[in-house]
């Protein structure tokens, strides 16, 4: 069975402070593993797709990373607006079924 | 270009009664999912659908039925609603491999 786990729950960090969230899994043969960003009242925003270990992408003040095991998201110099609940989720290969999802980290940043 | 809508935004059913609720996508995507968000959990998967016709269960589908008769419409519905059905529900499309997500539909069950 294909697992996620998110750590940690929640964080709040100031404005400008660095820091990282971890996504954890254990998937039968990955296919992709997904990162999105979702706000009160909203869908999640897809936000990036890493497929092997070694991988990583960039977008703006976040950047993710994959080994064969977990997931980070670094965010660098975070601002009030990057405030959200970031979500990790994986997809089997071979799967055209769903994502499996973590519970994912609620991050606050406050000026 | 919308991308993923749902209707209702927003519903209040009784114990008992049945809905249907409707997602349509305009990205051509063959695939097309349901899923359900609750508090402390992660959103798990419902029912999907790979193609026009088509439909499949994912991880919790008991007390759902879903339809894909057209390729960017996917309905889901709950025959005999339960307050255990009361969650957010989220309908996703995607082509070969991001799931896009639509803004989500609020459903409570008294």
């Known amino acids: 069975e294909d697992q996620v786990t998110q750590s940690p729950e929640a964080l709040r960090l100031q404005e400008g402070e660095s820091s990282s969230l971890n996504c954890s899994y254990t998937v039968s043969g990955l296919r992709g593993l997904f990162w999105y960003r979702q706000d009160p009242g909203k869908g999640p925003e897809f936000l990036f797709t890493?497929?092997?270990a070694g991988e990583e992408k960039e977008k703006e003040r976040l950047k993710a990373t994959l080994t064969k095991k977990e997931s980070f998201l670094h965010i660098t110099a975070p601002k009030p607006e990057d405030s959200a609940t970031y979500l990790c989720?994986?997809?089997?290969?071979?799967?055209?079924?769903?994502?499996?999802f973590g519970k994912g980290t609620h991050l606050i940043i406050q000026p | 270009n919308a991308g993923v809508t749902q209707t209702p935004k927003f519903r209040v059913l009784k114990t008992g009664q049945s809905m249907t609720l409707l997602c349509a996508q305009d990205?051509?995507?063959?695939?097309m999912y349901w899923y359900r968000q609750d508090p402390g959990m992660g959103l798990r998967l419902i029912h999907y659908s790979v193609g026009e016709g088509t439909t499949a269960k994912g991880e919790v589908p008991d007390g759902y039925n879903v339809s894909r008769l057209k390729k960017q419409n996917f309905l889901l519905g709950l025959e005999s609603a339960a307050p255990s059905q009361t969650s957010v529900y989220f309908c996703?499309?995607?082509?070969?491999?991001?799931?896009?997500f639509g803004p989500g539909t609020r459903l409570l069950v008294l």
């Open positions: 989720a994986v997809q089997a290969r071979g799967g055209a079924d769903g994502l499996t």
């Open positions: 990205m051509n995507h063959e695939y």
């Open positions: 996703a499309s995607s082509g070969r491999e991001t799931q896009y």
């Open positions: 890493l497929y092997s």
